[in-house]
């Protein structure tokens, strides 16, 4: 599939009183062609089938780099995936976009393949740290949601318990940051690791609670006992 084709693809499907509800939805200035996402499920479902590795990472390169949001979201979309081999381009790639998203919409979106890449080899967490002290905001915010992974599991090994612990102290060194996708970001974290470790969840929240907004402190312990 070469980028054109797919892009017309998207272009055939396009709704423009959709688009235009789309626009003032997200709020960042780019194109948008009003499909929902099961229709780029769909037509990613098959570019991912009839692509080799290679070319589903060039495909998604060039979907990401025309700026159109469906386009970005189908980037993102290619790449998510937990068997994806060779992928030092794919993470490469995400890594990349990383370093300039732009709204939380695809920044999260891309964060799904990303985590994907980052539990197939945890050494990339290496890499990951630096955003936090990134001065985009939704590169920052991009360290915690593409670790949620780790924030979720049932059974954690030690080394994933060393993760957390990680992941953990980045979310402490944001508590005080005002913006709200961050604030979201770390009840988000907190709240999906109650579900597993409600006493780890607690713990953090006695100790690094009262710096966080109260909304994102209410949610972070939405789903503790009393």
Excluded at 18 to 30: C, T
Excluded at 39 to 45: G, H, K, P, S, W
Excluded at 142 to 150: C, F, K, R, S
Aim: aromatic share 8%; glycine share 4%; with cysteine.
């Amino acid at each position: 599939m070469d980028p054109e084709t797919a892009l017309d693809r998207l272009h055939a499907q396009a709704d423009p009183t959709r688009a235009a509800e789309m626009r003032a939805y997200h709020k960042v200035d780019r194109i948008y062609l009003g499909l929902s996402n099961p229709q780029i499920d769909a037509l990613v479902a098959e570019w991912r089938a009839d692509c080799s590795v290679e070319e589903r990472v060039a495909l998604s390169g060039a979907l990401w780099a025309s700026g159109i949001h469906e386009a970005m979201i189908a980037a993102a979309k290619l790449l998510t995936q937990a068997r994806l081999r060779p992928d030092d381009a794919a993470w490469a790639l995400i890594a990349g976009w990383a370093e300039g998203f732009d709204g939380w919409a695809v920044a999260d979106t891309a964060a799904a393949a990303g985590s994907r890449r980052l539990a197939a080899d945890p050494a990339r967490l290496d890499q990951v740290e630096g955003w936090t002290q990134h001065p985009n905001m939704f590169t920052r915010r991009a360290a915690l949601v593409m670790t949620l992974p780790w924030a979720r599991l049932n059974n954690p090994k030690a080394a994933d318990l060393a993760v957390r612990e990680r992941v953990l102290g980045w979310a402490a060194g944001y508590a005080e940051d005002r913006d709200w996708f961050i604030q979201k970001a770390v009840a988000w974290w907190l709240r999906d690791l109650s579900k597993h470790d409600a006493d780890r969840t607690r713990a953090w929240i006695a100790e690094h609670g009262d710096r966080l907004k109260p909304f994102a402190r209410k949610e972070a312990q939405r789903l503790l006992a009393d």
